[in-house]
């Protein structure tokens, strides 16, 4: 039975009964290549949407593309290209750093100027209902005095809602501080659509909304983002759905991906620590990223260092030793009760973690403690006991997103040089011996002398 944690109730909750979940996850605005903190959020959504399927459910994971806003028309006049092209370039540059993390759960993407007439269909109907008033020569505007729910996500008031405001919502002209912009007149020269509304663009949260219902409809299961999304955006995409359709809950769980800092502070252009997920994957393999995100549970905040780094890639090189030693047992047998009931044992408290609101540090742990259990007595193990265990591995590692599901291979000519140096140790020929050692330490291969023959690993 998964439990969820919903930040709406502050409680955990069980998962709502049904084969198939409806996931809507906040998605990037397309400006600039994404950071850290983005794949953070979304290794955390892409680990979460695996699991769920592997307890059986179909999860429809619906993510929106923000290719419109104040910061895409900022750049594309600096950059002096189309803030279409901006918008394009940078959505395939995102689209190709999910590809190379590996990141593949997301079902459908949404862009939100293909969604135009969805969006103002939606402020019609808040303007239908008076819960949204024009400011003439401005833009429409979302009145919160009509939404007095405002808040209840993030437990904050529309008197404090102007501190997180966007340029966008910023006019003197508002009935309400925190009143948001739902759709804004275009000046001149700025991207515009022309429709029943007046010719401008659609305001930010308004977007998510729009889709969701279009997908959805006006209620559903799951809504994912980032913590700092929860206020204003979560409360506005809030009011904007259940005044319009008058049905509530809009969402039934909200949950929300920790912060990640960088070395103790915020990530910021300004402090020169803004790291993309391009900056880390030169240094690191995607995995190594997989595995730092998958040791914090998603809620908690992430601290990031070089040493986080060095520890994950420590964690995935301990796996895959284990998993080396495991290929090279020949002796013959059968399963003994001992590695039976490991297996067992390691799969159940896997299992638990995960279905406790994800908590994948812990489902790390039984993979870890399984593998300390066996560890003086390793040699020992048969052939069939070795099978399992690979078997093992290689499905909860699957399970969680890794790529390097299969133990590494070495290739032949590495092997080969593996063998002559064998022949030579056996000989007691230690001079050749160590020299082919060199000679592969040379080539990034490590050669380990255990019971049952050389194991070479890739450093
Ligand atoms: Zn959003």
Known sequence: MVKIFNTMSGAKEDLPHKDELHLFVCGPTVYDFSHLGHARTYLAFDI????????????EYLQNITDIDDKIIERSKTQKISWKRLARDFEKA????????????VSIYARATDFIPEIVAQVRTLIAKKNAYEIPGDGWYFDLTTFPDYGKLSHRTAAQANDSMSRIDASDKKRN????????????DEPSWKTELGT??????????????????????????????????HEAEIAQQESASGKKPFVRIWMHAGFLLINGEKMSKSLGNFTTIRDFLNRHNADTLRMMIASHHYRSPINYTDELAEQAKASLQRIAHFRARLRLIRKAGTISPLVENGILQAKEKFTKSMDDDFNTPDALAALFELMNSLETSFWNLTRPEARALEAFYE???ALLGFSAQKAPSVPREIAQKAKEREAFRIHKQFIQSDAIRKELDALGYSIEDTPAGPLVLRK
Request: overall charge positive; proline content about 4%; aromatic content about 14%.
């Open 48 to 59: 979460i949407t695996r699991y769920l399927r592997s307890r059986g459910k179909k999860v």
């Open 94 to 105: 995102y689209k190709a750093d999910m590809k190379s993390l590996g990141i593949t759960a």
């Open 177 to 188: 501080a925190g009143d948001f912009c739902l759709w804004k007149f275009s000046k001149k």
């Open 200 to 233: 401008g663009r659609p305001g930010w949260h308004i977007e998510d909304t729009a889709i969701s219902e279009k997908f959805f409809g006006p209620q559903y299961d799951l809504h994912g983002g980032a913590v700092d999304l929860k206020f204003p955006h």
């Open 395 to 397: 499905e909860m590692l």
